[in-house]
């Protein structure tokens, strides 16, 4: 995997933890370094880790029960150490399904309660050098978060300096406003971005114009990574990764 980034123009990637294991801490010191170390033969940075919590079962960022919590807070926290072990620096917080607001719950009771079940793991983040990224995602995934605004609320509430916000295309997409008006209010926020086309695709394979998207990156200063991520892998993964990494380089030059 690492050998085809590398040869489609790549300089990082990402990993879903669940794909390593059942959970992050049944990874050893020594499988931990295999990894790094494999990504780094050819010449690829692990830049992080995205889809925190598929796996094991029973998180939630928000449940009543202060057992379950905790147990969600103490998984984040080893999954700092495993992202800073790989010598990635980001973590994506999306995780749909496990940040939903719990039935029973006001909107504002499951803000409070994820807001309390972030503090540790962003401590330990701060002490690891790795930032944690929130990611608005579309109603159509979530009723947590659903636009940049409310995850720009929810980071300055929380006010750490380990989390910061994650943008992504296909979400901003569910938006009523322009993507670049997003990235442009969204400012020194702004920490990863994702970038797939709103069908859920590869960029380039649908009707999003990137060079907008770019010139907005540009105005705001942002200088961290574009990350490709899809969702629907038609036609293959190689076919995907290396016409979009193609379409965002040209993109970019064209983007101001």
């Known amino acids: 995997m690492c050998k ?111 807001k309390e079940a972030f503090i540790p793991p962003l401590d330990r983040a701060q002490t690891r050098r790795v930032t944690i990224c929130l990611e608005p995602l579309s109603p159509e995934e979530t009723d947590f978060i659903n636009t940049a605004q409310q995850a720009r609320q929810f980071i300055q509430e929380v006010g750490h300096p ?39 695709r590869g960029p380039g394979f649908g009707d999003t114009d990137f060079v907008p998207i770019a010139g907005a990156l540009r105005e705001i200063g942002y200088s961290g990574w574009v990350s490709v991520e899809v969702f629907d892998r038609t036609p293959d993964p190689t076919t995907i990764a290396q016409d979009s990494i193609a379409y965002l380089r040209q993109c970019f030059e064209n983007g101001g």
């Open 4 to 114: 085809l980034a590398r040869g489609s123009g790549y300089e990082g990637i990402e990993i879903a933890p669940y794909t390593l294991a059942e959970s992050a801490l049944d990874i050893s010191e020594e499988q931990r370094r295999e990894l790094r170390a494999s990504a780094e033969r050819e010449g690829l940075r692990i830049v992080g880790l995205h889809w925190l919590l598929v796996k094991p079962e029973g998180l939630y960022l928000n449940h009543p029960d202060d057992n379950i919590r905790r147990k969600t807070s103490f998984y984040l926290c080893a999954l700092v150490d495993l992202c800073a072990d790989l010598g990635g620096s980001v973590m994506v917080f999306g995780s749909p399904n496990q940040r939903k607001v719990f039935p029973g719950l006001s909107g504002e009771q499951a803000w409070s309660l994820a």
């Open 162 to 200: 380990s989390l910061r916000l994650l943008l992504d295309v296909k979400a901003m997409s569910s938006e009523q406003k322009p993507i670049q008006q997003i990235i442009r209010e969204s400012g020194g926020l702004v920490a990863h971005f994702h970038a797939n086309d709103a069908n859920k």
